[in-house]
């Protein structure tokens, strides 16, 4: 058993920005491969800038928590802020893991289906506007996201 940090428990408890965006301007599924977890991501934006983010999510209370942080994190950002660094899945696996602190070694395949599904959202965005080299950015990104779920594939074993 592990124990659970009071922001975790809130963010939990009171998600923040849980709903559909209709005619969202990107969106995407993921399943967790480790537990099956389901998220959905929808963005709406406006002068590319992350104006309302929303998520569904069928999962465990880290995965929760976890796309709730996550979605106040970049809610008003700047995509280039979002997609900025050298390695965007990276920077945002920090930024839930610092808003957490104590996310049990064994939910940390948790926190990367959020992220893989906002950058997912933020491509399907960007290929409904044919920004194909910002859409292969991702992709490539995304191409490094197994290595953030393997500890949680390691932990099942």
Partial sequence: MYELGKKLLEHFQNPKNVGIIKNADGYARVKNPVCGDLTDMYIKVENERVKDVKFKTFGCLVTIASASALSEAVKEKKLDEILGSS??????????????KDIPKEKLHCPPASIQALLMAISDYYGK??????????DKALATIKCYYQEGIEEKR
């Fill in 87 to 100: 390695d965007p899945i990276k920077m945002l696996m920090e930024l839930i893991i610092g808003e957490f």
């Fill in 129 to 138: 506007n044919n920004e194909v080299k910002k859409v292969k950015k991702i």
